[in-house]
């Protein structure tokens, strides 16, 4: 092991739905769990992968794909005794499409360091996934029934979790793609409690007015306001789970960046968080790559820099949201914690379109 902390999992669920996995866990992690700890263990892999099965759809070629998560990992206040060493938690998915369905291999990490991620992405998409998916073809056709495809699964996400390991704790690297042009085609406010055991207090999404055609246009390059709306709060919650349950209890996790895709289309939710007197504020949006249908562009650094005036300089945050896009409603919002706030969104936002 490379780190005193680290969580290293990954996840593959076949074309049917059915999951495997594969974690391993630093000595410093994994010497005081109980045996019931380590049977929920096995449940952390239906929690991560469950938005993946929500966006997914029968049509081969139009299911959303959950690309990447990426949180920051910060120490509650006044806990000097038994610090945890992590830093980073983030993960990865990589989804392959064929006649048979769509399977998934999903790796999450929890680290010390602030990973390059896409070196881990680029592992996961380009070489773990396919050398699973190209090896399950070339056993079946050979072995047939034969095939002990657990055995073959158990050793594929061994090798996998070893070189992933390899290359963990490489220095972070600026890419060209963050310069990108993106719309803004929702804001996501949230307020936390930041104590063990307390759930978020509020959340709500701001976006185009019911009917604004802006807002058909965004239905059109994301998988639903619905989807992107319980996601932030979804992530946090199985993160804080799976700290909790491997005793990592000095640290809270905070969202910072979430990417989906759609064959050429792709969606990034990007955050930014303040904690004042154990409340955490936290500001996202939701951005579309450029298009020609939305004209109010920038790149992902001013995106970044309106949420942070907002938290560090107190701005007015109505008057943020008009310049992040002048379309969006700053004074109308709908509640993303209740049933009742989701049931309206997606009654008011994506039903009808």
């Known amino acids: 092991m490379k780190a005193t902390d680290l969580i290293l999992g990954l996840f593959y669920s076949d074309e049917n739905n059915i999951v495997f996995d594969n974690i391993k866990l630093s000595e410093s992690v994994s010497k005081d769990l109980t045996e ?3 049977k929920q263990l096995k449940m952390l892999s239906l929690r991560f992968l469950g938005p993946l099965f929500l966006t997914s759809k029968i049509e081969i070629g139009k299911g959303w794909k959950i690309e990447l998560l990426e949180a920051f990992l910060s120490q509650y206040q006044k ?12 993960s990865v998915n990589s989804s392959i499409e064929t006649e048979k369905g769509v399977s998934n291999l999903f790796a999450i990490i929890g680290s010390p360091y602030t990973e390059d991620v896409k070196i881990i992405h680029n592992l996961v998409t ?3 996934h396919p050398s699973i998916a190209q090896g399950k073809i070339a056993h079946e056709s050979i072995m047939r029934e034969n095939f002990a495809f657990q055995e073959f699964i158990d050793k594929e996400l061994k090798r996998g979790v070893n070189v992933i390991n390899y290359f963990l704790g490489s220095a972070r690297k600026m890419y060209w793609e963050e310069q990108h042009k993106y719309c803004c085609v929702g804001f996501i406010e949230r307020r936390n409690i930041v104590e063990p055991k307390i759930s978020n207090v509020v959340s709500n999404l701001y976006t185009f007015d019911v009917d604004d055609p802006l807002k058909y246009t965004a239905l059109n390059f994301i998988p639903s306001f619905y989807v992107m709306s319980i996601l932030p709060n979804y992530y946090e919650n199985r993160i804080n789970e799976t700290l909790t349950l491997l005793n990592k209890t000095s640290i809270y996790p905070n969202i910072r960046l979430i990417t989906l895709s759609n064959q050429k289309k792709k969606v990034i939710y990007l955050e930014e968080f303040l904690l004042e007197d154990k409340t955490k504020r936290s500001f996202g949006v939701i951005l579309i790559s450029e298009n020609e249908f939305m004209k109010e ?3 992902l650094a001013f995106y970044k820099k309106q949420l942070r005036f907002i938290l560090d300089k107190n701005k007015n945050m109505e008057k943020s949201i008009i310049k992040i896009n002048s379309k969006i409603n700053p004074f109308d919002n709908w509640d993303t914690l209740s049933d009742e706030g989701l049931e309206k969104i997606k009654k008011d936002l994506d039903i009808g379109w």
């Open 36 to 38: 019931l700890n380590l």
């Open 79 to 90: 806990r000097t005794i038994d610090v945890d060493l992590l830093q980073s938690f983030f």
């Open 126 to 128: 380009t070489f773990i």
């Open 297 to 299: 562009t920038h790149n």
